[in-house]
């Protein structure tokens, strides 16, 4: 960003895992930062956090931490967000939040920047950053619903445990050492063990027999398209990566599109990138998506089944384009728009 | 089995992964084995497996391997069956064949014992056992399909790494330690890392971009059930897990059926076992389903988006009632029915 003005930017969960991401994307894309804020617990005050060569040391976070703020970048869950998104609002700053807290609140834009920025015009001052399973999911299947709407999409999911933060990533590493070394690894954030195993629940089961993030998938891409197509339903499940997500989408489209304008469409779409060459069986995995900022999308064919159905997989670094990378980029668009 | 008859049964490929499971599984089901001869490549003769106590000595598999065998259980790969199979039945033995050389050869049978087990009247010695995928697929739709015509399904499946032999979880296990270790895990079966990973991968991508995996569970299923109802779609994806696979099904039914009345028609269905209890977050998963004979669902919920559609997940132990179980069943079948 060349623009002349710097802003104060303070991130609120900076040592969490999606907190330290936003300050590591902050710095990558030259994000005009004036004077940058880490916030979090009482427990992290005084920590220091890489950024910039130098470092910056951590605050506690509190109604009182956003007096001069221009721009909040919110990761502290929830709870947080909703006692302290407004509080930072009416001290004057721009909140993007990361938590499901205002997602599908109304005059509360959903924004994924590469498909719908026009919906911060007219923001109130807080702006929500999407689940990371619905910015894959879109980040995919929305180039093609707008040249052949999708009347409908089965989203199967293939999450990471960086989904759970830092200590998901724990668990993760502790269990697969357990593994190596022959002992039983012992399940503590998880209701089973998640090394040597999936478990094809995100969360909690509500009532109704889904998962929030089943929900989130559902309700969000209506949000963030404007349409109540495509109807989403998706069966979200945990699997033992470290950060990066994947999906296996299927996608009912209102009339045909080959397998090749697919390609061509999600081609030329802005943060993706197509790896999918069944000749030399090149297709998107989560190790090759985790720490790059493009979504990767392959496997793209017909439905086997279903005529004008289209099948693809899908994977992104779920700490970057599915949580800080993409909170920093509606920051960008808030610059580029004059809204921040 | 407390027949009077006592067999002599043949297990061509025994020292693989499926091989010694048919061996471990003939010994826990007291299958009447009157002789057990364990047949495999050279580089494997003199070989001792364990069975009943003692053991039994590898020979090596050839066209003259047959004489005198009442059963022969083939787990040796496509190419072995299509050579061997035909000179074992013609030397007398019926043979159930893991491979998927006959599966969808006219007049050969392709049998899950629970769901058609009258495909085996009139075989004419070679019998074929589904793919794993197919199996655990069928085992939890077809009974709900026989309540309410299911017209079409969408399968992605979370399949482990047994699926590609001792080999496959070999190369799991070693990338693993590497992980733990701190080293780069080094691909040699797979075209990428497994540990930590996944592939949206089972063996190749074939011409229209489907892999053989994704085919079998369209093919297999109308063969089963005797219907070209339900048209299966499948995305088949390696997860890294030892030995159990997993499925997220969603089915759209002909009509209403509420989850209530699936968890009541799988209860009832025998093989299969429900777990799903949302309220303590009790589901299935891979781990739990690795060394047992059922077949576990759970998630049984209305599809989110489509009225009429109902979506579950299932998990199944591959070696046993995806290969080696499934086999054995179809030979307790056959003595059942006087076939063999």
């Given at each position: 960003m060349a623009g002349e003005r710097e802003y104060v930017v303070a991130v609120a969960g900076a040592t969490g895992a999606v907190g330290r991401e936003m300050l590591a994307v902050l710095e990558q894309r030259s994000f005009p930062v004036k004077e940058v804020r880490a916030l979090a617990s009482e427990r992290s005050a005084g920590k220091r956090l890489p950024f910039r060569g130098g470092g910056v040391t951590v605050s506690v976070l509190g109604e009182d931490s956003f007096a001069g703020v221009d721009l909040a970048l919110f990761s502290c869950g929830g709870a947080l967000s909703r006692r302290l998104a407004p509080a930072a609002a009416r001290a004057g700053a721009v909140v993007v939040d990361n938590s499901s807290a205002f997602r599908m609140q109304p005059g509360v834009p959903l924004v994924v920047p590469e498909l719908n920025p026009g919906a911060l015009r007219g923001h109130e001052r807080i702006i929500a950053n999407p689940n990371c399973s619905t910015i894959l999911f879109l980040m995919a299947a929305a180039p093609l619903h707008r040249a052949v709407p999708v009347e409908r999409a089965i989203v199967c999911s293939y999450q990471a445990v960086s989904g759970?933060?830092?200590?998901?990533?724990?668990?993760?590493?502790?269990?697969?050492?357990?593994?190596?070394?022959?002992?039983?690894?012992?399940?503590?954030?998880?209701?089973?063990?998640?090394?040597?195993?999936?478990?094809?629940?995100?969360?909690?089961?509500?009532?109704?027999?889904?998962?929030?993030?089943?929900?989130?998938?559902?309700?969000?891409?209506?949000?963030?398209?404007?349409?109540?197509?495509?109807?989403?339903?998706?069966?979200?499940?945990?699997?033992?990566?470290?950060?990066?997500?994947?999906?296996?989408?299927?996608?009912?489209?209102?009339?045909?599109?080959?397998?090749?304008?697919?390609?061509?469409?999600?081609?030329?779409?802005?943060?993706?990138?197509?790896?999918?060459?069944?000749?030399?069986?090149?297709?998107?995995?989560?190790?090759?998506?985790?720490?790059?900022?493009?979504?990767?999308?392959?496997?793209?064919?017909?439905?086997?089944?279903?005529?004008?159905?289209?099948?693809?997989?899908?994977?992104?670094?779920?700490?970057?384009?599915?949580?800080?990378?993409?909170?920093?980029?509606?920051?960008?668009?808030?610059?580029?728009?004059?809204?921040?």
């Open positions: 759970s933060g830092e200590k998901g990533m724990a668990e993760l590493r502790g269990q697969q050492r357990a593994l190596a070394e022959g002992r039983e690894p012992v399940a503590s954030l998880y209701p089973y063990p998640i090394a040597g195993n999936v478990l094809p629940f995100v969360e909690r089961i509500l009532e109704g027999g889904h998962t929030p993030e089943e929900m989130k998938l559902h309700n969000e891409t209506t949000k963030i398209l404007g349409d109540e197509r495509p109807r989403v339903s998706a069966t979200c499940v945990r699997v033992p990566v470290e950060r990066a997500h994947s999906e296996a989408i299927h996608l009912d489209l209102s009339g045909r599109m080959s397998p090749e304008e697919a390609r061509a469409i999600l081609s030329r779409a802005p943060g993706v990138r197509v790896v999918d060459d069944p000749e030399r069986n090149r297709f998107p995995t989560p190790r090759e998506a985790a720490g790059g900022d493009e979504v990767l999308v392959g496997r793209i064919r017909e439905d086997l089944a279903f005529p004008g159905g289209l099948a693809l997989f899908a994977a992104m670094d779920q700490l970057r384009k599915g949580a800080a990378l993409n909170a920093v980029q509606i920051a960008e668009e808030l610059i580029r728009g004059a809204l921040l």
